[in-house]
């Protein structure tokens, strides 16, 4: 058991609602192979129509008339979406969109004031995190959540799931779950060795740098065994070199027979990883279809491709955002400027 | 109205002198001024771990320590046969004495140290209640004879039935919740503006109590120019607060856990300060303790509980005022809504906590002056005033000013008006119960919002 | 030179004492919820209240045995902290701090108050309960033993010993605990919560479990206290007592098993030295009585404490034989 460190071995738990689908890897061997994908995913989406609800041939997650308003504000109100299993989803569109919303309310995270959604035909409404968790659907988030003052090691050991020691009385007992503590370790130093963080492993998390962090964070999902795993933002503030790497391993997740779900700004990843992508703005999703597919739609042109492309989108929103803010306050303070900084008002003109 | 009565000194009653300045001969003057100063140099000196031991032969040795005191209503005369009980800092019972036929007793103390003294609520004759708890904890000096005093009501407040009665108590109860949401809005803005859960801020109150019962009672000063004064102090106070010790720290990084707890140390420390200089005692302010009660129909009044909403009134609509119409104003609230931004919109942020310390401070000695001319000014009056404004401003939302004025105001007709159902002395308890139902409902508060996770 | 080295045996001995005994207990509860799991627990004197009104209120007023009193205290302080985490365990942290500190307060005047009085006897309180636990000691306990030149008498050094004994059984508990993975999950728990909820772990229960167990460490402290001392007055459970264990678990070192173990030691020894020793300067007239009267020292430990909390909490964060490094990654 200890040797078969792949998500979807013996020691999977809770995955008792995966058999059927048939989007599995090969078998142990199939963390490493990177030279032979399989996109059977892109394959079956091939000849669906680009339209926006459109039925997917093998849902993993069902979202229907979900809808969640702060205040006046409604950030996130989508009425039909589905995501093939087994594949790479890219969520896209501008900051502000309800991409991160979406992602805390299909995780239990937040809830929604209508709608139900579902994963393998179980609904995960009224669900809190960690049930949605057990089920096998994990995610990252934006701000890395790294859990600094532990070592490296002690948090891909968190990732694991059903741990026997994890309950207060026979925490007590080291007999009763020392061996499989032994197991975990072992899976957690094969993830390690593989996300390169295997050197690390008695470093405190807050001594990782961003991009090691955004790394040690997949690993410990991974950890868990889970059937989906939902990326908020894997490559921000990532360096280059390690963009690659974070990219492998996104693809080989697909490998394993995951289905990934990714929220990303940078087009260019998008792209390259995506199966099918998303694409929300205002809290609607106005278009989906394969990456090609996403350039030439006019909606999206429309909402916010059409003056940006490649750009790095979240500085252009921030100064939107900003601009917008000063303009408020300015309207507030009359005609006195000097609370303002005046450096950014030309900027916004400019653009 | 009616009030305790008491009695100190050795020499017995001098009508028409104010008590607090009574004191045994051969005290000196007033700890006021430079021995003020000194005492506390000395203490601080210490706590810093700077006094060394050097040996000495000398053992002075003053007895005569004493507790004494009155139990009387204007409405009944002195009672007599009441049983007071004294008891040592740690629970050993030290006599237990009945009031003779002037309503009076005293009780020898073995020495000096903190004594509490207990009244048998069973031996009031019908009518005559506790206005707050039947003890009182007293801290005696060397040598010294201590008066203690047991508030009581004669009922000529309550009378005339339960719907009278809650209107006096609604009445009481938006006077007291004015007064917390006056304490309330620079915890709330300084939570706003820092995020710091500011633990200390019950000590501003006292500090400005204090700092008024000194001016006024010791150096003489008419109240009004006292309480203006210990506003000065109070935004001095805050002030220095900022200046010295959370600036430097939100410089260091520290987090909001660990301010956390500074402010729970600094709070510890400003209370027992207070204490160690002002004594275990509580004292009312000069000109003011006689107030009696006006009828205004339905509820009565004493003028200076009047002058006491009037005031509160004005100075929370100018608060309101600034927030919305000037420049400071808006800046807060802008602070307090989205740090990051204010700050990249050109706002300086410093100067703006600073300004929200000292008005923080300057409000909180206000409170702390308005709850010493009802409740009298004791070390402790702060604290336990902090954790009903802790209510009020959880009531009304965490960091918003508008919502601490409502919630303090409910919590303090809330408080006044439990009364109804249950005794005065456990009447804080309803607030924190309140408080904890709030939590239950809703946590954001009445004004606040759900925050984002992720 | 006598003055001094009898200050120090009378630290000392108040280092060994049941005081340090009952801050240490306090202490432990609070570095199971504070230092391990982050809750912010700032009631933690009303547990310990619970504790030793649970056998005082048991034997004297119910006549139940000792026994059985001490499972009403540590039943007492387990519906306590369920009431008081049910609400606020899913809210912020300094929510939870709001509601423990009001309850604590609240708690205190309840107890002390006149219609609490058939029950608690008021600001009186209840003595002569400890009669059946002192018996069991195997030596004379109204015979004074010296030890080290401080005299203690038999019963002291029997509530002492027992009081040690929960200390190690509880350090050893805590230590059990934290080494495994229940232990883990506590700790990340402080790190980020929602990073812990995102893999699967119900934050909530962990939270309820660390401040059940921390709550039962508190009524085991106020038991040893109410024994210690033979009564129980609501006035001797002031809240500044809660903070006076913080510092001891923050000058011994939070999430290090005999942190608060030796923060309690070290902090009883102090406050005693600094006590013992100022009344010493003052009766010498070293110290001008003028300046500081006796009853003023009474004060100073608590001003104490708060420099201290604030000095320890600035400059060493990690207590005094803490690792510094592992402190400053603290992000919050």
Redesign the interface.
Known sequence: MPADPTPHGATASGAGTSGESGYHPERAGGWTSGDAPQRLAQVALRDLPWEVGVAKPDPAVVVDGVTRTFGGLTAVSVDHLEVQRGGITGLIGPNGAGKTTLFNLLTGFDQPDTGTWSFNGQSLGKMSPHQVARLGVVRTFQLTKALSRLTVLQNMLLGAQDQRGESFFRALVPGTWCAQEKANTEKAMDLLRRFKLDAKKDDFAGTLSGGQRKLLEMARALMSDPQVVMLDEPMAGVNPALTQSLLGHVKDLREQGMTVIFVEHDMDVVRDISDWVVVMAAGRIIAEGPPESISQNQAVVDAYLGAHHDAPLTVEEEDQVLAEAERTIAREQGSDGDVLGSERGPERTDR | MTHAVHRAGRHGRRPGQPWPLQRPPGRGRPPGGHRVVVRLLLVLAFGLGLAAFSPGVAHAETAGEQLSGTVQTSRSGPIEDVQIEVAAADGTEIESVETDEDGRWTVELPGPGEYTVTLDEGDLPDGVELSNTNTRTVTVDEGRRQAVIIGLEDGSRGAGGGGVRAVQLLVDGIRFGLLIAMAAVGLSLIFGTTGLTNFAHGELVTIGAVAAWYINVSGGVNLIVATVLAMVVGAAVGALNELALWRPLRRRGTGLIAALVVSIGLSLLLRYLIQVVYGGRSSPYQGFQGGRAVDYGIFTMTNADLVSVIISVVVLVLVALMLQRTKIGKAMRAVSDNRDLAASSGIDVNRVILVVWMMGGALAALGGVLLGLSDQVQWDMGFRLLLLMFAGVTLGGLGTAYGALVGSLIVGVFVQMSTLVIPNDVKYVGGLLLLIVILVIRPQGILGSRARIG | ?A??LNALAVAGKSALGFQAIFFALLAIGINVQFGYA?L?N?GQIAFAMLGGFGIAISVSKWGIPFWAGVLVGLAAAVVLALL?G???L??R???L???T???A???R??F????ATPVTN????L?GFNGDFIALAPWNTSQRYSILGTSWSGGELWVAAIGWLLVILGSL?VF??MR??????L??I???E??????????YVYKM?ALVLGGVFGALGGMVYAVG?G?A?P??YQN?NT?LA??AL?LGGAARVLGPVIGAMILLFILQF?DT??R??I?????P????????V???R?????????LL??FR?QGIFGDR??VM????
């Open positions: 030179m003055d001094l982050g912010l700032f008081l049910l609400p606020t899913r809210l942290a300094d929510y701090a709001i509601a500190i009001a309850t307060e609240g708690l005047l309840l002390r108050s006149v219609s008021g600001t009186r309180g003595s508990l059990l605990l495994s993975p229940w232990g883990r999950v700790k990340s402080r790190e980020d929602d990073a812990v909820r995102s893999l699967g772990k119900n934050v479990q001392t009564s007055v006035d001797q500044a903070f913080y510092a923050i600094a020793g100022l010493l300067l009766s010498n007239g070293v110290i009585e003028d300046l500081l009267s006796s009853t003023d009474a004060q100073i608590f001003i104490l404490v708060g420099v201290g909390l604030m909490l600035i964060p490094r592992e990654l603290d992000a919050r």
